[in-house]
């Protein structure tokens, strides 16, 4: 059962408008995160960062954000009985419109809210990850800090990283800075010191990312936002990734080079594990 | 009257899949093109490139594309009544997925084609531009040499670009160089010289463009695609835009700086004329 403009509903029954410009011209955001024995994981903050994006891209809100909360727990509501764990993802489009890239003067945006059986796409060990050089995230546009539906970069990125033998892709910037996994936010460690690409490289500003920030430093680490050149992943005595989904997972393996889980992943992953298990 | 996956439908009775992947991960392509008294105007190039974008991404064509073709003039004929000239549009996602960003592995692509009134969204003398700086074409993605779903990026540029009194919006790439407008080719004239942004630079090989080239080479101008500064448009004698809807554009403006349409402008624009009128 999904929610779909305002009720649930049967997603046999449910039905997106061939004009819709989320189906047109990826003109929407969306949310994923897991819920647990009925609880979202983050909810507030995913709801914070669509709201926000939301006004970034002025489409206004069918409902405020309690309002689309109320839907995200109708929805796993109404699906607790698939399983402990469900993958929930919240959909925002700006909705039909005419012909033509400008957005409607009044429109009526899609809200469509979805909830399935979670299932990690990650060894639950750790991910084995390769730099894949022909698909560069775009630091040069604010759309690269807002989750939207123009996701197809990561699609393909993570596709070639898969038939590599991968199970994560790493992406650098034009610039040919790191900036992230096709879904992931990427850390580095190096004697203490925990790095992850600044937003302004082209990274999407993760709810995980910023868990992970936040207490790397409350256990003492010295927490940098700061450029990565591509050597840097190489070099470092760690790595590791964060998504809502998968949460924190220690990099095994990038390219060629094998990793061992360090101890700053170890403490982060352990942090998530007491808020998300 | 619209073509959705096998046949004619009216659009209220369509309905798109909230699981598709168009609509959730902008997932597949789309072609616009203009219909003059029924008939398409290249087609066969659009269906090309449809083709081509299709093999690059991997998605597997419902139909060949004769079979869109046919489509394509079913809807035109369906829609004959609505006036001498349409705007037509072929969409093709990926269709419907199981969560995640992997395509499915058996995938049911979706193909909708749609026809509307024409009308002219530039004014018909020519075109005011302002570069917009703060959305950068992604040359380093292979995405944006295809015309897929992702068009946020145009969609953000083209608004801004309005909002501050002008028709379209100048992108630059993540170099600094010239891209392309938010849903056009541009093209400088100086000395007998047509220039225009190699693909590589982050351009979306366009139908028109390519023509605007054939056509300018033939009538004796030197053609060159080659990366363009952000100063050459300003140095330049004549600017000018293509689109495979409103065609070949002089540029009179540029930010503050007026130009008059040029001699090479006026000679492509006419041979445009000759194939589109």
């Not at 630091?139 to 800090?145: D, F, I, N, T, V």
């Given at each position: 059962v999904i929610w779909l403009n305002g009720g649930l509903i049967a997603p046999e029954s449910a039905r997106i408008d061939p004009a819709d410009r989320g189906f047109l011209l990826g003109d929407g955001l969306f949310e994923t995160f897991i819920a647990i024995d009925g609880g979202p994981i983050f909810l507030a903050e995913h709801l914070d960062r669509l709201c926000e994006g939301a006004r970034a891209l002025a489409i206004p809100l069918p409902v405020e954000a309690p309002g689309i909360a109320e839907a995200v727990h109708a929805v796993i509501a109404a699906n607790v009985?698939?399983?402990r764990r469900l993958a929930v993802r919240i959909t925002l489009s700006r909705g039909p419109g005419a012909r033509g890239l400008l957005p409607p003067a009044d429109p009526s945006p899609t809200l469509l809210v979805s909830a399935g059986v979670y299932r990690n796409p990650m060894p639950s060990t750790g991910a084995s990850a390769t730099i894949v050089n022909e698909f560069r995230r775009n630091?040069?546009?604010?759309?690269?800090?807002l989750k939207t539906l123009c996701y197809l970069d990561g699609v393909m990125a993570c596709a070639a990283a898969q038939r590599s033998g991968h199970d994560e892709a790493i992406l650098l910037n034009n610039a040919g800075n790191i900036a992230c996994g096709s879904r992931a936010n990427i850390f580095v460690g190096l004697d203490g010191v925990l790095a992850t690409p600044p937003?302004?490289?082209?990274?999407l500003p993760g709810i995980t990312r910023s868990f992970a920030l936040k207490s790397a430093a409350s256990l003492g680490y010295e927490v940098r936002e700061v450029s990565l050149p591509a050597e840097a992943i190489i070099e470092a005595r760690e790595a590791f990734l964060t998504n809502s989904l998968f949460g924190v997972l220690p990099l095994r393996r990038i390219g060629v080079t094998p990793f061992e889980e360090g101890p700053i992943c170890r403490a982060v992953r352990n942090a998530y594990r007491a808020v998300s298990e």
């Open positions: 009985a698939l399983g630091e040069g546009s604010p759309l690269a800090r937003i302004s490289d082209g990274v």
